[in-house]
């Protein structure tokens, strides 16, 4: 029997949860979700883990442990958080070897504070891909400049890749340029790129929520007409990005030689404004070849009554090119909006992973 996100799955955008907790793992609800909510994937960040570790008895054993042991904070969340994502892993591994490699993937994000040191990212990266000691495992790193370069260095070294926090088509054709190094390089270090996966995560609702706050200061009924169409707009065109880089002769010399494309992610499909259709940026985004990635409010939206009318991107690329137009004829600056994004994308998981630490800290000193 088909529902909304079978048919999404039928259209080719592989459903992934944007949660983790001991909870849901214990309980068996994110195996259940893998068979009545079509969820083949995981995302976590920070923000999500210190959601988890703070609202729950589930960690309680492990933290008298880590604290009877003496373990420094830093390295009790890695070990709190890499066992959840090594148990989320082995919840995922049939989806993993039913989509031989290319789904069933569970994402852990290196240390937000390391957004601008590349060397200490690869370092962290090597470490997390060790500790989980899973092959359906991607490493998040972040997008910023200082990320691009280690985002190549972990690919080359065999290690699969979540690209997170991009917001803007030129950052992202970098992203692409990283993936694409990163793969040459790791064929020369005789890595399998058959078993190497990446996803780049394009952020989108977060879009709409800076871009229309701007709409509304500029105040022309011009203006307030291109409020909710800035990020799918934004998408739409990432995806004409991604289309044209995976066309290209360099790109089939690595398919040649076994490589899968990096997929591209749409992360942030929450609306964040109550007035917008609750299933807005899943139903709006539907291509071949992509994942969606949803808070379970939303995941359970689109199951309920989410709708997949056919592809929602390829014919709508003129529409997406007039829209950047006429945002930027009614004096939004989409390069400034990309540029606040991503510091505060950075700024926020720093601030979760420092509210972790303390909480964290809080518990293993009470022991």
Not at 128 to 136: A, E, K
Not at 270 to 291: C, H, N, Q, W
Request: aromatic residues 6%; proline residues 4%; glycine residues 6%.
């Amino acid at each position: 029997m088909t529902n909304p996100l079978s048919d999404l799955s039928a259209a080719g955008v592989a459903v992934w949860l944007d949660d983790i907790s001991r909870d849901r793992l214990r309980s068996g609800n994110l195996a259940d979700l893998t068979r009545t909510h079509s969820v083949v994937g995981v995302t976590t960040n920070p923000s999500i883990f210190q959601k988890a570790i703070t609202s729950s008895e589930a960690y309680a054993e492990q933290l008298r442990d880590l604290a009877v042991r003496g373990v420094d904070v830093g390295e009790a969340i890695r070990l709190i958080t890499t066992a959840d994502v090594r148990t989320a892993c082995d919840v995922l591994r049939p989806a993993y070897d039913a989509s031989d490699g290319v789904d069933g993937r569970v994402s852990i994000e290196v240390d937000p504070r390391l957004a601008h040191e590349t060397e200490r990212t690869v370092a962290e990266a090597r470490s997390l891909w060790w500790m989980v000691d899973r092959p359906n495992l991607f490493i998040k790193i972040p997008a910023s400049m200082e990320g691009l370069p280690a985002i190549t260095a972990t690919l080359a070294a065999g290690i699969s890749v979540n690209v997170t926090l991009i917001f803007g088509l030129d950052r992202y054709d970098a992203v692409m340029e990283a993936f694409m190094t990163g793969l040459e390089q790791a064929i020369e270090n005789g890595v399998d790129v058959s078993r190497l996966q990446s996803v780049a995560s394009f952020f989108v609702s977060r879009v709409d929520s800076e871009v229309d706050k701007r709409l509304e200061k500029i105040g022309t009924p011009e203006a307030k007409a291109l409020r909710a169409k800035a990020a799918i707009a934004n998408a739409r065109l990432a995806y004409e990005r991604y289309e044209k880089a995976f066309g290209t002769e360099r790109w089939a010399a690595l398919a040649a030689a076994g490589a899968s494309p990096q997929r591209p992610l749409w992360a942030s499909t929450s609306t964040k404004d109550p007035a917008l259709p609750d299933t807005l940026y899943v139903r709006e985004l539907i291509a071949p070849g992509t994942v969606n990635t949803m808070p379970e409010a939303t995941l359970l939206a689109f199951g309920d009554h989410g709708d997949v009318p056919g592809e929602t991107i390829r014919p709508f690329y003129a529409d997406a090119h007039a829209t950047m137009a006429a945002l930027a004829a009614a004096g939004v600056d989409v390069d400034g909006v990309v540029e606040v994004l991503e510091r505060e994308g950075v700024s926020k998981f720093e601030d979760s992973w420092n509210q972790l630490l303390d909480a964290v800290r809080g518990q293993l000193e009470a022991h």
